[in-house]
Antibody
């Protein structure tokens, strides 16, 4: 059974940083691209970033303006999201998700999400 | 890349069929078949329902189907059931590996 467990969320002040982690199990982690998708309270889904499985190529939403960095450690079956210069607009539930059957970032498996709140 | 356009809400009675549209442009939805659909219940993570416009992942009910015409993709739910009441999102993956979601549609089963 595929399991994704996010951690690292919490309350952070504006301008601060946070590192999210997503521990994966139940599948061949290195064989799949992984993504982060966020959802602001009461709002829709927003794709944040993705990283290739074996090649580690990274992709980002243009709206992030270079503030976030995605990485992965295939030896630990974990994907990370380093978030810097956080603002109120980054307040959201952050989900990690696996690539799906099409291997074109159709997100087949999702974690339960971790809440990031940016507030003073 | 602009968000895809979905109706804010749709409704239907049990047993009926409903369709949720997802409108893009000829540069995204109209030009490629990388459209997915997700179902999300309040407080829960989304669930993949359709990928590549019309394919269902294993375990998804055959009452859910996807299609595309021109720049608009559609999700159809037939034999509507109370348990289908949820939010539905479409997404598109571009050739440069970026994903855009639609704004979401709230489905109400009357």
């Amino acid at each position: 059974e595929v399991q994704l467990l996010e951690s690292g969320g919490g309350l952070v002040q504006p301008g601060g940083s946070l590192r999210l982690s997503c521990a994966a199990s139940g599948f061949t982690f290195s064989g799949y691209a992984m993504s982060w998708v966020r959802q602001a309270p009461g709002k829709g889904l927003e794709w944040v970033s993705a990283i290739g499985g074996s090649d580690g190529r990274t992709y980002y939403a243009d709206s992030l303006r270079g503030r976030f960095t995605i990485s992965r450690d295939n030896s630990k079956n974990t994907v990370y999201l380093q978030m810097n210069s956080l603002g109120a607009e980054d307040t959201a539930i952050y989900y990690c998700a696996t690539d799906g059957p099409s291997r074109k970032l159709d997100f087949e498996h999702w974690g339960q999400g971790t809440l990031v709140t940016v507030s003073s | 890349q602009s968000a895809l356009t979905q109706p804010a809400s749709v409704s239907g009675s049990p047993g009926q069929s409903i369709t949720i549209s997802c409108t893009g442009t000829s540069s995204d939805v109209g030009g490629y078949d990388y459209v997915s659909w997700y179902q999300q219940f309040p407080g829960k993570a989304p669930k993949l329902m359709i990928y590549d416009v019309s394919n269902r992942p294993s375990g998804v009910s055959s009452r859910f189907s996807g299609s595309k015409s021109g720049n608009t993709a559609s999700l159809t739910i037939s034999g509507l059931q109370a348990e289908d009441e949820a939010d539905y999102y479409c997404s598109f993956t571009s050739s440069d590996t970026r994903v855009v979601f639609g704004g979401g549609t709230k489905l109400t089963v009357l």
